[in-house]
Nanobody, 126 residues
Framework: EVQLVESGGDSVQGGGSLRLSCTAS????????MGWYRQGAENKCELVSS???????YYVDSVKGRFTISQDNAKNTAYLQMNSLKPEDTAVYYC????????????????????WGQGTQVTVSS
């Protein structure tokens, strides 16, 4: 059984930093794609960042220069380092994984062909 377990969500002041972690079991990161989504209205998730099997990364414009995605294949763990946090970053963040090497920009949270974590809440106050 595949499980993705996120951690690291918290409440912080604007300008602060958090690092989200996503640890997988029953699933090998090597050769896979990992992504971080955040939940918006009507349970619609927006792709915030992703990393692919060739090492390429994607960031939505609103987080470029502030967020960094990485993964440690030996630990089967992906990370999202979030700096200079803003109130508009407040959301439930989900990690997702698949072998297709592709993530849609928008998807219903925890639906579709990805494996999903349970979500972790990030709250940024002004």
């Amino acid at each position: 059984e595949v499980q993705l377990v996120e951690s690291g969500g918290d409440s912080v002041q604007g300008g602060g930093s958090l690092r989200l972690s996503c640890t997988a079991s029953g699933f090998t990161f090597d050769g896979s794609a990992m992504g971080w989504y955040r939940q918006g209205a009507e349970n619609k998730c927006e792709l915030v960042s992703s990393i692919y099997s060739d090492g390429k990364t994607y960031y939505v414009d609103s987080v470029k220069g502030r967020f960094t995605i990485s993964q440690d294949n030996a630990k089967n763990t992906a990370y999202l380092q979030m700096n200079s946090l803003k109130p508009e970053d407040t959301a439930v963040y989900y990690c997702a994984a698949n072998k297709m090497n592709l993530f849609p920009r928008y998807i219903q949270c925890q639906r579709g062909p990805n494996y999903w974590g349970q979500g972790t809440q990030v709250t940024v106050s002004s």
